[in-house]
């Protein structure tokens, strides 16, 4: 269900189209988007709908609330809701106006960076004048309906949410536990071979567990288990293309104590046994 007061100027914007199967195939696409000029009495209230919604404030603030909490959209600040969960947004009290640019999207993309951008809270973010463009492109282009405008439009969508992503990834943990997480992962790149477990990375970033986990999965998109597995199986690729060592040897080599592991590793996460890798890697070249 849906109520709103749209107490906004007559120059707003209030854009609908239909996603076809090229935008549906896409990690981002849009099905509304707008930019209102609202007023004080702007306000709307929604149960549900199957969507994220983008807010970005150009002057004035809007008060958004879901799940009990509010929050307080400043200008230049963007945010990033899924509408999936009942939510309401207005002109901020204590404010005459809320001029904003909002897009309704949605697509694989989004669900990716929805922990980082909603991290079990509404987290409004600054958004850098160099991306307003976006939204322009977005508006203009997105009831065209060509490949061309389906592209454009995903790549502005892309732009705006990578952005935020990185802003967020930037300011979500100290500088140093940051910095300490990346010598981890630096340390699991240059000893992949040998056996690691996690004592031995939280002695090259002394803090707790709990806090490390955290920060390397915000910080590497993954567990330091799979950022491991990752970096030992990119190693074999190279082993088995570069060089004829046997299967065995490759396993060895990258940090793998059974071969029968290493095989069943390697086809989950490549969908080919090391020799057909190798067969088809060098057919290639």
Partial sequence: MLTYNMDVERRSLWLRTTPGELALAHPYYCTEAGRFYGRSRFSTARTDKESYLLFYTRRGAGLIEQNGAQVILAQGQALLLNCRTPQSYCTAPGYAL????WIHLDGAGVRAL???LIPGRLCPLPLSASALPEFDAVLARMQDGGSAAVVAVGLALHRLLAELATTRLESAAPTG???????AADYIRTHYAEPLTLDDLLRIAPMS????????REQLGTTPYNFLLCTRITQAKELLVMTDLPVCAVAARAGFRCEANFSSRFAAMTGQSPLQYRKSAIGRG
């Fill in 114 to 116: 929805e922990s980082i």
């Fill in 177 to 183: 536990s940051r910095a300490l997480v990346n010598c």
């Fill in 98 to 101: 809320w001029h904003h640019d």
């Fill in 209 to 216: 567990k709990s806090h490390f986990l955290r920060v390397f």
